[in-house]
Structure formats: C-alpha cells, structure tokens
C-alpha cells in the first residue's frame, strides 16, 4: 500500500519540543519533495514545509521559522519534523504528504503542484 504515516504527536507544554515521523511505504521516498502541513480545528490546513528529496533544502512557513527544523533519510524513507518552543497556537493535526510533481521545493507551498500520499495525521496539543 503506498502511504506514509505520520507519529510521534502527543500533548507537551508551552516550551516544549516534540519530533514528529513520516514514513513512507511503498515508494521511493527520493523522489519527492515532501510537505509538513496542519490543521487545528475550524482553520484551514496551513503548509508549514517543505523538503527537497535531492538538494536537503527545505522552506518554512513564518509562523514555524525559526523554530521548526525538517530533516530526511531518504535511505530509511522518514522525514522528521523536530519542533521547539512550543505555543498554544501550535495545537494542531500535523500531516505529511508527497509533492507527486516535483523533487525540489520552491518556497513551503505547494501552490500549482499536486499533493498525494496524504498520511492520518498525529494530533499536537500544547498546553499553557
């Protein structure tokens, strides 16, 4: 079955760090450019970045800037999401998905490119 499936969620405090895993299988994770996105409730679905599966840049939204690091082996197909300084505001469903077009990033969207692969989702909850 050709997923990925996103972990490592749970509920921390303001200030806290958590590291979140998307593992792909069946594909190759090299050829995609892979994206980190959330959802809290009643907000539409943000794209927080991007990573490239040949270059290891990667691109981040302003709100996570700073704070949020991707990071991937494409040999163990996982990318991670190492988040810090935590906030309230962070609370969210985080996903991961393939860029289905491009390996490359151009900035944290994906605007005018196609997503797939979608994960369920891990659930992030950072209390105050």
Same mark, same amino acid.
């Given at each position: +079955?050709? +997923? ?7 509920? %921390? =405090? ?7 895993? $998307? %593992? ?9 450019? &892979?994206?980190?996105?959330? =959802?809290?409730?009643? *907000?539409? @679905?943000?794209? &927080?970045? $991007? ?10 939204? /302003?709100? %996570? =800037?700073?704070?949020?690091? #991707?990071?991937? !082996? /494409?040999? *163990?197909?996982?990318?991670?999401? +190492?988040?810090?300084?935590? @906030?309230?505001? !962070?609370?969210? #469903?985080?996903? $991961?998905?393939?860029?289905?077009? @491009? @390996?490359? $990033? *151009? !900035?944290?969207?994906? #605007? ?13 909850? #950072?209390?105050?």
């Amino acid at each position: +079955q050709v +997923q990925l499936v996103e972990s490592g969620g749970g509920l %921390v =405090q303001s200030g806290g760090s958590l590291r979140l895993s $998307c %593992v792909a299988s069946g594909f190759f994770l090299d050829y995609y450019a &892979i994206g980190w996105f959330r =959802q809290a409730p009643g *907000k539409e @679905r943000e794209a &927080i970045s $991007c990573s490239s599966a040949d270059d290891g840049s990667a691109y981040y939204a /302003n709100s %996570v =800037q700073g704070r949020f690091t #991707v990071s991937r !082996d /494409n040999a *163990k197909s996982t990318v991670w999401l +190492q988040m810090t300084s935590l @906030r309230p505001e !962070d609370t969210a #469903v985080y996903y $991961c998905a393939a860029d289905l077009e @491009r @390996r490359r $990033c *151009k !900035d944290h969207t994906f #605007v005018g490119t196609t997503l797939g692969y979608w994960g369920q989702g891990t659930q992030v909850t #950072v209390s105050s």
